[in-house]
């Protein structure tokens, strides 16, 4: 045994300095093989290749674990940063584009149709402030709205000239941004179909059925109006003559105009009940035969 420990702590010292310059080599690695061949030399040799190759399954692990830890971090990251900048592709679309992806994914026609708000009200007439646009009819016209006078554009022009036709327009107790439960529009039935003289032709249930669309262009937005109602009434003012702030009162005008349309023998088509939550627009003309009679085209806003 006391040549196996030598053995061993000269082979750990420093060659020359524990046993001088003269160290034998060849009889010192020979006594170690010797000791390689002993119980105890095979146990710690064992020993030390095991604590190696613990050590080595410990760094692989980590090093595992790490890249793990690391790719989640960055999946995690690169989600986040997904789903922000969709956030912000989201954000960068302008209403009328929002407006127009509705209409598309609820399968209704977009018109192939710009309309430049700014511009009509600097190059044409500064109280035009929206758009009217029905398919396949004359129905194509700025929308105006006097500040002060609601009749003005009953016998004025676009250029301000005195006269007939006039203009699409609606009065100062609608808003101008489409919001109102109840917006109304009037135009004159012109006898060469100008303006709103198109609107009878809603009378005919196959043209009621294939032009389903009033479309209406602001400086940013872009509405569809699913229409449901065409019939003949009173010349009664559908804005003063009804509370629409208040929701009970515009459901029970709402059931009331349905009556008036069967009455009349006109068409109403709409499937929902009045909730007195909608948006209505009202195209409102005269009835050239009956002064006290007023040819109503309704339709309700598509919303999501």
């Not at 302008?94 to 149709?113: A, F, N, T």
């Not at 107790?173 to 060469?192: A, E, I, K, Q, R």
């Amino acid at each position: 045994m006391t040549s196996n420990r030598v053995t061993t702590v000269a082979f750990l010292a420093v060659p020359g300095e524990r046993y001088g310059k003269h160290l034998d080599w060849k009889k010192t690695i020979n006594d170690i093989r010797k000791w390689a061949q002993t119980r105890t030399g095979i146990t710690t040799i064992c020993c030390v290749i095991g604590v190696i190759v613990v050590i080595f399954i410990a760094a692989v692990i980590s090093s595992t674990n790490k890249t793990d830890t690391e790719e989640e971090v960055v999946e995690t990251v690169t989600e986040e940063t997904t789903e922000e900048a969709e956030e912000e592709v989201v954000e960068e679309k302008s209403l009328l584009e929002q407006d127009i992806e509705l209409l598309e994914s609820l399968g209704i026609p977009v018109p192939d149709k710009e309309v430049d708000i700014a511009a009509l009200q600097e190059d044409t007439n500064e109280d035009i402030y929206a758009w009217i646009y029905i398919p396949d009819t004359v129905i194509d016209y700025p929308i105006v709205q006097d500040p002060d006078d609601n009749t003005y554009y009953l016998s004025h022009n676009l250029d301000g000239s005195d006269g007939y036709p006039g203009c699409i327009y609606s009065e100062n107790y609608n808003s101008t941004d489409f919001t109102d439960p109840h917006t109304v529009l009037y135009g004159h039935n012109m006898s060469d179909g100008s303006m709103f003289g198109d609107l009878d032709d809603y009378s005919d249930e196959t043209f009621f059925e294939e032009h389903p669309y009033i479309y209406i262009y602001t400086e940013t937005r872009l509405f569809a109006y699913e229409i449901y109602a065409a019939y003949r009434s009173g010349d009664e003012h559908l804005l003063l003559n009804y509370d629409l702030t208040d929701t009970s009162v515009f459901q029970e005008y709402l059931t009331t105009a349905k009556t008036t349309a069967e009455n009349a023998r006109g068409i109403y088509t709409a499937a929902w009940e009045p909730t007195g939550e909608e948006h209505i627009l009202t195209l409102s003309t005269c009835v050239a035969v009956n002064e006290t009679k007023r040819y109503l085209v309704q339709a309700i806003l598509v919303e999501e």
